[in-house]
């Protein structure tokens, strides 16, 4: 055989080990994430645990196997694992078990003191706050049942800090239900807010505080006493949301037995780091990738529990297409738990305004709780994305905290305590941050403790999580007792920066979460096709057959996305092999010229380029491969991971309908055709049958087609004849179908019902609901009015 043959074989197999090697690097990657569609991001996300970087130590680790994320035990299992949903009242025997009513904290009947080497130096806790009322938008459409709170008063006022201050008076907010004010709301009734701390939430707060402070100053004697200074040296920090600030009131005269004023630190709305509520996109388009049908868990959970939804929606009056209710058991998980913390009882159907027998018993609230869990395990610890999305949205209050420690290590501080108010969203992420090895849904009064102790000139944490030391899946964090601070330091740093250095960054997707090494970069060989332009430049977007071939730089973002495709395979091409390219304006068509590389920039080493071997004769073709094989919208020159995501770009962006997979002109057009699919749920004012809308309803009595003899004349008469005795005075007849919000006017009661169900005008079907009523009043003296 010849030299040349030997060669030839030579080749092939060091390009056969490029290929392998580059396949492993490329699955070790991450992509932009700014970059990505949802769809996509998760997929890309979910391939692999090294999320922020390739260094083990930044990487997730997935949570043990437990009965809280077994989805097949939250669906087909009984009872609650025990937890606790009943009462705030934990037996003393039974203390550090989970209650959702009145988590568990440190106790100076359970608290382990460390061994004698350990000087304490410092604590910080974070809580959630303690029961309360349901938020507004978890209620049901109707309540059966009234919520007040006149065993409390919410205390508003300010008080001047000036040299010469007026005294004030202590004003409190009662609620009240007038008895003229037309406008009821939806939902909950009552002199509550919606959300307040209860009267029983207040006396857990206050007992919280008594706790600790039998802890950190009885039993370890480290926060001065009631008599002493202890205003220099115990700090308090609240969220912008007030029940934060009900709770602190409680917890600091449980803690120090004081009624004079008490600084609560806060920070300005809209960046607050402990809520959190600084705009952090990357990390809200993570965690949204992470309850959407792109997680396949997630999207199978949701299937499996479709029938459980038709019974809750049945009894509690919440229309179907309602997606608060229905993108997760949150709003029936919090409406549920609220009312038996409370041993309020649980809900009933209502039928004709009273409660029926078809009711919420424990065994449908129980399964309730149970997928409650097992979604918040799925979102801050199941699902691979968990830590980034964690790790970017409240990474400014790990920053924080980690400064805390270096200024006390430096003697700079002064505060030997701080107790953070906060909310389960916020102990949630940080639980998501240590990786706990258990998740749970963080519970009323949930409590993390971070401890930081000197030994021999060196320091240590120990943390807590419900009064015992957290256990961590990082390998490097373990069972957190005692961890070196230097090491849980590092971990931040990398996570969110010294400083909070790079979460802006990594928030808004100018910083990536992957370190693609500066040496090498990827290559997309798409199965034999020339499917992309140069893959880095145009953010793996297909390009049509008249598009010009030269983008300008991109991230890497899409590429990874396409290549991620199971179709697809990545490889790295080190920059020694790939042949000097033509500047950008010599660029071709990408269907007529041959492949080539983009001109490498002088400040990159190496260059991603796209190999393209068969070509396809016509442009047609290639479309035609693009659309079925990668999911392309030629129209918008993009490319979708799978085809659930295209149709999903088209329903939103070329008025394609879901259901039947119809394209329209326009979305007025799609939303009249959208109207097929919907299911009959309006009944008749006059008879039994049903109706897709209330307009579809009033044509049908304005058409002579219902039973009871109404027809379009019957209707303008009853209409006009409510003008008449409920109207205002001298109302022109003329306007009884006028829309009074925008002025329209039609000819009948049906078009200005369709007016105000389309989104031309903010007017809504309930504004005529006291015509309905008196439609359906008149119903048998039809005949009286058909003149």
Known sequence: MSLAWFRCRARLLALVAVFLFGTFFCLTQYADMGSLRQGSLLALLSSTPALIGSDPKLKWYPPSENKVNSLKGAIDGEGTYGFIFDSSVTPDEKYGTYNWCNMPHARKREYKKPEKE?????????????????????????????????NQGLYYFGRQFTDEPKPNAQGYWKGFISDINPFIPSGWIGSCQFPQITAEGLDDSWVHGKDLYEVYHDLLKFIPGRGEDWRSRVK???????????????????????????????QQAGVDSLEPQYKCSVGSKLTSAIKSSSNAEWKKHLDKTKSLYKILDDISGVPADDEGFHESFDHYYDNLSARQCHAKPFPCKLVDGKNSTTCVDQKLANMVYRLGQWEYSQIYRDAPASLAASATSWGVWIAELASHFRQVMAGKQDILYLHNFAHDGSISRLLSILQIDVMVWPGMGSEVVFELYKKGGKYFVRVLFSGKTLKSSHPDLGVMEMVPVER??????GLAGKDASLVKGRCSGEISLHCLRSHLNLVCLVGQHRILSYCPSVRGRPIK??????????????????CNHPKQKCVIIPEATIPPLPPPAQAQDPVTAPAREIQPQATVQTRAIARHASDYETADDLNHHLEEDHNACLECNEMFYDEEDLIQHDVDVHNRCPTCQRFFDSPSNLMNHEKVHLEKNMKCLACPRMFISNSAMMLHLEHGTCESGANLRVIQNVVADWYEEYGPAGHDHEDDFRCENCGSCFNRLSALLQHAESETCDAAVWDFYRIFVHIEYNQDAFQLFDY
């Open 118 to 150: 350990y000087e304490l130096q410092y604590v910080e806790v974070i809580q959630r706050h303690h029961k309360r009322t349901p938020y507004a938008a978890n209620a049901f459409p109707v309540e059966s049942y009234q919520w007040n709170c006149d």
């Open 236 to 266: 308090f920090r609240v969220t912008n949301n007030q029940i934060t600030s009900q709770v602190a009131g409680m917890f600091i005269n449980g803690m120090y037995q004081t009624t004079d004023s008490v600084p609560l630190h806060i």
């Open 545 to 562: 057959a008249s598009a010009p071939h030269h983008h300008p730089p991109a991230s890497n973002g899409r590429l990874l996305t396409h």
């Open 488 to 493: 849980l330091l590092e971990y931040f740093d």
